[in-house]
């Protein structure tokens, strides 16, 4: 059974940090595009960043360049989502997401396998 499970969401001020993170099935880690979607009350999911978990270049959505990171520890089939100085906007639920085979775009219709997302909200 596929699986993604999200963690580390939670209620910050304005300009604090929070880490996400995402445990992903071996079976679709090894050989995917995985990232980070998030969908605030009304809108749209966007995409915030993504990568390939065989290696190579982070992709980020340009508002979250220089503030979010990225990255992965592949012993643990295991994503993670940095996020430094955050805004109320960044308020949403973030979802992690997997693409087998796929490529490591921003469209939430490239992803296969998704998590059931975690809360971050960011307080003024």
């Known amino acids: 059974q596929v699986q993604l499970v999200e963690s580390g969401g939670g209620s910050v001020q304005a300009g604090g940090s929070l880490t996400l993170s995402c445990v992903v099935s071996?079976?679709?880690?090894?050989?995917?595009?995985v990232g980070w979607f998030r969908r605030a009350p009304g809108k749209e999911h966007e995409g915030v960043a993504s990568?390939?978990?065989?290696?190579?270049?982070?992709y980020y959505a340009d508002s979250m360049k220089g503030r979010f990171t990225i990255s992965q520890d592949n012993a643990k089939n295991t994503l993670y989502l940095q996020m430094n100085s955050l805004k109320p906007e960044d308020t949403a639920m973030y979802y992690c997401?997997?693409?087998?085979?796929?490529?490591?775009?921003?469209?939430?219709?490239?992803?296969?396998?998704w998590g059931q997302g975690t809360q971050v909200t960011v307080s003024s």
């Open positions: 071996r079976y679709i880690y090894e050989r995917s595009c």
């Open positions: 990568v390939y978990t065989a290696g190579g270049s982070a």
């Open positions: 997401a997997a693409a087998p085979g796929g490529s490591c775009s921003m469209n939430r219709y490239n992803y296969d396998y």
